[in-house]
């Protein structure tokens, strides 16, 4: 159930970054403090939900054995 959840936060997350990063928001009037935080934004490593030390995703999941 968790590594359900997990992996839909982290596609979200990174569906988001995409979309941002396909925008033309280089080419368009905003602020410069803006694109600077889009910038920022860009460089930072991807959303991940973690347990301990483990990515709690589907992949997860289908690699536990019962």
Do not use: C
């Not at 992996?7 to 403090?33: C, M, P, Q, V």
């Not at 030390?53 to 054995?65: L, R």
Request: aromatic share 14%.
């Amino acid at each position: 159930m968790y590594a359900w959840y997990g992996t839909l936060l982290t596609n979200a997350g990174e569906d988001f970054r995409k979309g941002i990063y396909f925008s033309k928001w280089l080419n368009s009037n905003l602020d410069r403090h803006v694109r600077t935080n889009v910038i920022l934004m860009m460089m930072q490593k991807p959303m991940m939900v973690n347990a301990i030390f483990s990515p709690i995703d589907v992949i997860m999941f289908t690699n536990v054995s019962i």
